[in-house]
């Protein structure tokens, strides 16, 4: 009513009545499309088969793989079960008392009480990662990355994402990197405030030399941040002497637990700036998430669900002993690198910089990844191709998670016999 009055006044009589006009064409017109429009709802999309489930490896389960991949690992019955506890509210005591246990629990199961914070992210590994080189760099400084590998590489590439000024140190993938280079690029540049890189690079499985980096890190008044993602829980690694200022942690890995948390361990002297920092990410301020962890009240919804299944896993490896753990790791490297010798297959690296979670494999000549991936997953194995330059070239064996002797041999018994029918065909 109020628009047509406007018009009445606005145009003389001619043009109101051609508006008129206009108006009802344009009216019917919209009708005759509303009308002509089909009413049916949208086809509903096709439905994609999903693939046959692999053979299972354990009685009473028609699905359970032997994942031989670096995450998710296969996980114990018990801590899968987590999965089926009733339903919690993150905002209720019972969550800020599971939450507080399992950082106690990861804590003391590292032997770190009072020297490190641990702060829990609902995300994978790179969450957590993001989190800490954000959280790491004070603006105004500089982030060195020692970079020999994919991982390497994600922590560059976060710092450019975040626009944080950046050195890089690049050796090559097989290598352990030069520590003059290090030491070099510290005094070349002043501006350099933390140093970071990977402890074990699972794109070869090859160990960086966290203590000896460490060591310059002090010597030279840096904060260091290490990428553990894939070994904390199995490998040797000694935060408080090797200087570790943020340390990256993922449950999916080494600690036994389901994918999709993942974590920062910061040292004590290094809270309060964290505490401080001009945040440079709204999920992932590690600053917020620590300061609520420690009033025990996450600032977001976290992966309920997968907090529990953590808190089983670290129970496990409480009663297991980390000590233990490496142990058996240890053993697991050695017996599957023996077979792998006698089957004539060729490691990536020198037996020396391996880490004892992952085994990186030159492919068989005459074999594609593809195919070796097929023959081993149709009896239940799965395992993990190249990335980067290396796609194609090598495959690897990850031998992280709940694994069985008797997994073992049996993969090295398909595998062999894999390799042989490749051969004859
Ligand atoms: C050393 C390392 N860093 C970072 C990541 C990334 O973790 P995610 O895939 O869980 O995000 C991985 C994953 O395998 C890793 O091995």
Sequence with gaps: MKRRHRVAHRYPKPKRRRLRLRRRTVLKKTQVVARAAPAAPPPAPKEVPPPAPAPSREKGSGKRQILLCPGPVVTSQHVRSALLQPDMCHREPEFANLLQNVRAKLLHVLGLDGRYIPVILTGSG??????????????????????????????????????????????????????????????????????????????????????????????????????????????????????????????GKCFHGLPGLSFVLVAQSEVPSVMKARPRSLYLDLGKHLKAQESGEPPFTPAVPLVIAFHAALDELLREGLKSRMEKYQERAKFLREGFHKMGLSPLLDEKIMSNSLTSLLMPKGL??????????????????????????????????????????????????SLERASAS
């Design 126 to 251: 790179t969450a957590a990662l993001e989190a800490a080189v954000m959280a790491s760099v004070e603006p105004g400084k500089k982030l060195l990355v020692i970079n020999n590998g994919v991982y390497g590489s994600r922590i560059a590439q976060a710092a450019r994402i975040h626009e944080i000024p950046l050195v890089e140190i690049r050796s090559p993938l097989t290598e352990r990197p030069d520590l003059n280079r290090v030491v070099a690029a510290m005094k070349r540049e002043p501006k350099i405030g933390t140093v970071a890189m990977v402890h074990h690079e699972t794109s070869t499985g090859l160990l960086n030399p966290v203590a000896e980096v460490g060591a310059l890190t002090k010597q030279y008044k840096k904060k260091f941040l290490v990428d553990a993602i894939s070994s904390l829980g199995a490998e040797r690694l000694d935060l408080v002497k090797s200087n570790v200022t943020f340390c990256v942690g993922s449950s």
């Design 368 to 417: 594609s990844y593809q195919q070796l991936h097929h023959l081993l997953k149709r009896h239940g194995f799965v395992i993990y191709a190249g990335q980067s330059e290396l796609r194609g070239r090598i495959f690897r064996v990850a031998h992280m998670g709940q694994l069985l002797q008797a997994d073992l041999k049996e993969f090295l018994r398909v595998l062999k016999e």
